[in-house]
């Protein structure tokens, strides 16, 4: 079992950062991959990056290549995502989400998921 929350979310203007954060409290967190999904209001929801459990695979959506950076630190039990240069259509509800073992980019494939965290990006 695992619990996520996610935090760091709010409002930002055009080219600002900001970094999530993603805290997993349960056992085992180094087993886990671990990715970020985004929802926006009408849309579907879809990946936004994803990393292994051992850090060293990392995948990003076309949209967002170049701009966020995720991370995780297993010490700690958190994954992070960075975003920088942020733009509008960036807005959206931002969810961690952690399956044992083997990465996915398809969100069906994934057990646990924390609440989500709110990012709005002003132009």
């Known amino acids: 079992q695992l619990q996520l929350v996610e935090s760091g979310g709010g409002l930002r203007q055009t080219g600002d950062s900001l970094t999530l954060s993603c805290a997993a409290s349960?056992?085992?967190?180094?087993?886990?991959?671990m990715a970020w999904f985004r929802q926006a209001p009408g849309k579907e929801r879809e990946f936004v990056a994803a990393?292994?459990?051992?850090?060293?695979?990392?995948y990003y959506a076309d949209s967002v290549k170049g701009r966020f950076t995720i991370s995780r630190d297993n010490s700690m039990n958190t994954v992070y995502l960075r975003m920088n240069n942020l733009k509008p259509e960036d807005t959206a509800v931002y969810y961690c989400?952690?399956?044992?073992?083997?990465?996915?980019?398809?969100?069906?494939?994934?057990?646990?998921w924390g609440q989500g965290t709110q990012v709005t990006v002003s132009s």
């Open positions: 989400a952690a399956e044992r073992g083997q990465l996915y980019l398809d969100p069906n494939h994934y057990t646990y």
């Open positions: 349960g056992s085992n967190f180094y087993n886990y991959a």
């Open positions: 990393i292994s459990f051992n850090e060293r695979n990392t």
